[in-house]
């Protein structure tokens, strides 16, 4: 697999997991992975920022190679 491919993949999954942390270690609730018996809840906004950063970086990656 070429560069273009793993440096996205590898910011936008941890910035997922820095937010998580994050939101584990403050207490914040919309930062917040939490499973228990009766429900799961699963803080998006973790996920639409991951996304964003691996999108902001595979566009960085292009233009370098450029």
């Known amino acids: 697999m070429s560069k273009s491919f793993w440096i996205p993949l590898m910011t936008s999954f941890g910035t997922m997991v ?15 992975f939490k499973i228990s018996l009766e429900h799961t809840e ?4 973790p996920i639409a920022v991951g996304l964003l950063v691996g999108f902001i970086s595979e566009r960085i990656v292009k233009l370098k190679a450029q």
């Open 18 to 32: 820095l937010l998580y942390l994050i939101g584990y270690i403050a207490d914040i609730d919309f930062l917040i």
């Open 42 to 45: 699963i803080a998006l906004l």
